[in-house]
Structures are given as C-alpha cells and as structure tokens.
C-alpha cells in the first residue's frame, strides 16, 4: 500500500512559544490506511505505539473493525505492508498493545462488551506472524494494557455485571490471565455506565491508575480519580498511600475532581521523572469546552486550565476534546490536544484538528502548534501520543496517530478515514 505524506502539515503548522518553552518539528505525517473506523484511533487509555530496536510498531481500527498493524523501519524511512491481527465487531473494538522484554508484541482488542481476544508475535520485533487466540475478561471495553519491569502483563477495562465496572486482570509470564477484581464500581442504580481506566507503570513495578466514573443519574461524567497499586495489582491505594477497599466507590477518598453537575472524561496517565501522576480531564459542560491538567507534586493536586493557552496562542480556536500526554527520558511533557472552531462543536466536529502543548518545566509555561493541517470538512482527532508500554520513557522522533473522518452514526455506521502517523523531532 502505498504511503501518503501530508507535506502540507509542515507548511501550515502554527507555533506560538511561550517563555522557555520548546517547539517540534514535524518530521513526517504519513496516511497509513485510508479505510480506518470510524473510532480508528481511539481511545485515550490504549497503548497503540511502540519504538524499538529503529522500529515503530503501530496498531489502528479499520473499518469495520479490523485490527490492523504497520511498523516503521526507522533507519530506511520505510512502511511495512499492513498486517491484519483479528477483528471485532464495532468501532469500540480497537486495540491496546504492549512488549515483552524479548520483543514480543502483545495485544488485547474487542468485542464490545465480550471478552476480550489477547495475541502474541511469534517473533521479536517482527508482526508477521502470530499466535493462536486466547480469551481474557469479562463483558470487557475499552482496554489497557502495560507490561511490568517482570514481563507480568497488567489489563484494565470496563466490564464486570451490569452497570458496568472498572475491572483488573493480570498475566505473570508462562501462566494463565488472573481471575477478574472489581476496582471500581460506580455505585449507579441501574442503567449505562463508562470509565476511563488507564494504567501506567514505574521502575518499581508500581501501577498508576487514573480513570473517570459516567452514569446516567442525571448524564454526566462525575468523578474523576486515582488509584496506584505498589504490588503490581495485589493491592491498592489513594495517592496519600491510604489503603483502598475494593471496589471503590463514589465515597472512597480517590478523586482530584468530583461533583453531580460535572461532566468530565480522563486521558492516559503520564508519569513524571519524580513519579508523579499527570492526567488531562475535559470539561464537557463547560461553553466552551474546556481541558484541564492534573498533577500530584508529591503533597497534593495541582490544576492547570488550558483553554486560555489556546485561545490565546490559536485565535479563535476552543477545545474540542482532550487528547493524550507523555514525558520523553529528559523530563520533557507533551500534550495533544483537539482544537475547534470556537465554541467548540459537538462530538467530531468537521472543525476539529490536533494541536501539541510541550513544556520543559512540567506544565508552567508551554509552546503551541497545530499538528495537523485545517480541513473545514473533516475532523482530525481521536489523537494518540507514543508514551510508555512499560517503565521505560519515550524519545525523540515521537510518535503522534489521529484519524481525519466523521464520527458516523452509533458503533456501525459511517464514511471510512483517515489514519495518520506523525512524527515529531526537535
């Protein structure tokens, strides 16, 4: 299949510096497939890049709902051809992947409220050819996936009885997947519930979870919070180290934000060089949408509000929905973000296009620019930044998928998209 190159990217990439803050450069923004999903990057708490040993491993909904991966030879500059892993059933299928110590890509993706379908590469570093099937969760979406400084595989999604919780599983090397643990439980009556549930990893095979509690008693995204487990998924805490009692609960003394009238979706979690937990929740009943970070200094919460960063630096541009953030091995923060014509727009607005905040001083001060080049007709989003698959931290060039496409209608119906990979160096 050949590669598509959007030099308009780079020609029309806007940057506004902030004080000591640092700017990229788009290296490259290649069209990997032009029969993505309607979700074809989504979401938030999946892993969906991996670089190692000169090579880029990407994975991505097609539509209907085939997961699809490439690898990007770094030292040729060239694309492999696409390789199909499985499929599922909708555009809520899509794929959350990590690595083994010895190379081999694993993998976790739909169907949509089932248990999930998990595979293994053969070989290290290579996608051509795989394991058999096996099965893990229960009622399971919305899936993500980290391997610990042990080769243990740690998985976190939505699933459980109705409603619906934020369930945990683990696979240590050589042995089964663990029995399901309820993490958290929405405590809603009855009816619809969705989480944000993504995890990280440190160097101390402790788990940092962040996620987000949605039910519809009233509709809203009420609650937004953290849970770490310093024994790889044995046992759980607050930030302030107080122990958890499983599920927690709306009354359990885990959110940063809270409250009935909220309406708040989660990012992934970054982790600092100190440790320390970064998020990004969107303010969805906020006119215009607005997109908060959070970050946890070793005492307590810290907020930063940034809708005025980019209305600022992108004249007339809000919010649309957050994206996604990572620090790189020399403390640098990236954020992404999807920007819309002001006010905002609703879900996958036509006006909708990606930008990335980078700061060298944890969030004071950030250098603005748009990613992907204006389309007034179709949206670019679902935005997913390389970060971490283990305790490892990124570098340079750095990895940014986003789609360009509509969000269609319900989890079947919809135009094929755009699924873009860029590049960011210094």
Same mark, same amino acid.
């Given at each position: 299949?050949? @590669? /598509?190159h959007? =030099?308009?990217?780079?020609?029309? !990439?806007?940057? #506004?510096?902030t004080?000591?803050?640092p700017?990229?450069?788009?290296?490259?923004?290649?069209? @990997?497939?032009?029969?993505?999903? %309607?979700?074809?990057?989504?979401?938030?708490?999946?892993?969906?890049m991996? %670089?190692e *040993?000169?090579?880029?491993? #990407?994975?991505?909904?097609?539509?209907l709902?085939?997961? /699809?991966?490439? #690898?990007?030879?770094?030292?040729?500059?060239m694309?492999?051809?696409?390789?199909l892993?499985? *499929?599922?059933?909708? &555009?809520?299928s899509?794929?959350?992947?990590?690595?083994?110590?010895?190379?081999?890509?694993? @993998?976790?993706?739909?169907?949509?409220?089932?248990?999930?379908k998990f595979?293994? !590469?053969?070989?290290p570093?290579?996608?051509s +050819?795989?394991?058999?099937?096996? +099965?893990v969760?229960?009622f399971?979406?919305?899936?993500?996936? $980290?391997?610990?400084p042990?080769?243990?595989?740690?998985?976190?999604?939505?699933?459980?009885?109705?409603?619906?919780?934020?369930?945990y599983?683990?696979?240590?090397?050589?042995?089964?997947?663990?029995?399901?643990?309820?993490?958290?439980?929405?405590?809603?009556p009855?009816?619809?519930?969705?989480?944000? &549930?993504a995890?990280? @990893?440190?160097?101390?095979?402790?788990?940092?979870l962040?996620?987000?509690?949605?039910?519809?008693?009233? /509709?809203g995204? +009420?609650?937004?919070?953290?849970?770490?487990?310093?024994?790889?998924g044995?046992t759980?805490?607050?930030?302030d180290?107080?122990?958890?009692?499983?599920?927690?609960?709306?009354?359990?003394?885990?959110?940063?934000a809270?409250g009935?009238?909220?309406d708040?979706?989660?990012?992934n979690?970054?982790?600092?060089?100190?440790?320390?937990?970064?998020?990004?929740?969107?303010?969805?009943?906020? /006119?215009?949408?607005?997109a908060?970070?959070w970050?946890?200094?070793?005492?307590?919460?810290?907020?930063?509000?940034?809708?005025? $960063?980019?209305s600022?630096?992108?004249?007339g541009?809000?919010?649309?929905m957050?994206?996604?953030?990572?620090?790189?091995? &020399?403390?640098?923060? =990236?954020?992404?973000?999807? %920007?819309? *014509?002001a006010?905002?727009?609703?879900w996958?607005?036509?006006?909708?296009?990606v930008?990335?905040?980078t700061?060298?001083d944890e969030?004071k001060?950030?250098?603005?620019?748009?990613?992907?080049?204006? &389309?007034?007709k179709?949206?670019?989003?679902?935005?997913? $930044?390389?970060?971490?698959?283990?305790?490892?931290?990124?570098?340079?060039?750095?990895?940014v998928?986003?789609?360009?496409?509509?969000?269609?209608?319900g989890?079947?119906?919809?135009e094929?998209?755009?699924v873009?990979?860029?590049?960011l160096?210094?």
């Amino acid at each position: 299949m050949e @590669i /598509k190159h959007v =030099f308009a990217a780079l020609a029309l !990439t806007s940057v #506004v510096s902030t004080l000591g803050a640092p700017t990229m450069r788009v290296q490259r923004d290649d069209v @990997i497939s032009t029969r993505g999903s %309607t979700r074809a990057t989504g979401y938030a708490m999946s892993c969906k890049m991996i %670089t190692e *040993k000169d090579k880029t491993f #990407v994975a991505w909904l097609d539509f209907l709902a085939d997961i /699809k991966m490439r #690898v990007l030879d770094r030292t040729t500059g060239m694309w492999s051809d696409p390789v199909l892993v499985g *499929k599922g059933v909708d &555009n809520h299928s899509g794929p959350a992947m990590t690595m083994d110590s010895k190379g081999h890509i694993c @993998i976790v993706y739909g169907p949509h409220h089932g248990p999930f379908k998990f595979r293994k !590469t053969l070989l290290p570093w290579d996608i051509s +050819k795989w394991g058999p099937e096996e +099965k893990v969760g229960v009622f399971g979406t919305y899936p993500s996936l $980290i391997r610990g400084p042990d080769d243990t595989l740690h998985l976190t999604y939505r699933g459980g009885a109705m409603p619906r919780r934020i369930m945990y599983q683990r696979k240590p090397t050589g042995k089964p997947w663990s029995e399901p643990l309820e993490l958290v439980d929405s405590k809603a009556p009855s009816g619809y519930t969705q989480y944000g &549930n993504a995890l990280a @990893i440190d160097a101390d095979n402790c788990l940092h979870l962040v996620f987000h509690i949605y039910d519809t008693h009233p /509709k809203g995204g +009420k609650a937004a919070g953290y849970l770490r487990s310093p024994d790889a998924g044995r046992t759980w805490e607050t930030v302030d180290g107080a122990k958890v009692t499983l599920p927690a609960t709306p009354d359990t003394p885990c959110f940063f934000a809270q409250g009935k009238n909220l309406d708040m979706r989660t990012s992934n979690v970054a982790l600092s060089k100190d440790g320390h937990p970064f998020v990004l929740t969107s303010q969805l009943k906020q /006119k215009p949408t607005g997109a908060t970070l959070w970050s946890h200094d070793g005492k307590e919460w810290q907020r930063r509000e940034l809708l005025p $960063i980019i209305s600022k630096h992108l004249p007339g541009r809000s919010v649309g929905m957050h994206g996604t953030l990572t620090f790189d091995r &020399n403390g640098r923060l =990236f954020v992404t973000l999807v %920007t819309a *014509k002001a006010p905002g727009g609703g879900w996958g607005h036509p006006s909708w296009e990606v930008a990335l905040l980078t700061s060298d001083d944890e969030g004071k001060t950030f250098a603005v620019q748009e990613l992907s080049a204006r &389309n007034p007709k179709r949206a670019a989003w679902l935005s997913s $930044i390389e970060r971490p698959y283990c305790d490892k931290l990124v570098s340079m060039p750095l990895g940014v998928l986003y789609m360009r496409g509509s969000a269609g209608k319900g989890c079947t119906e919809g135009e094929t998209s755009e699924v873009h990979a860029l590049f960011l160096e210094e």
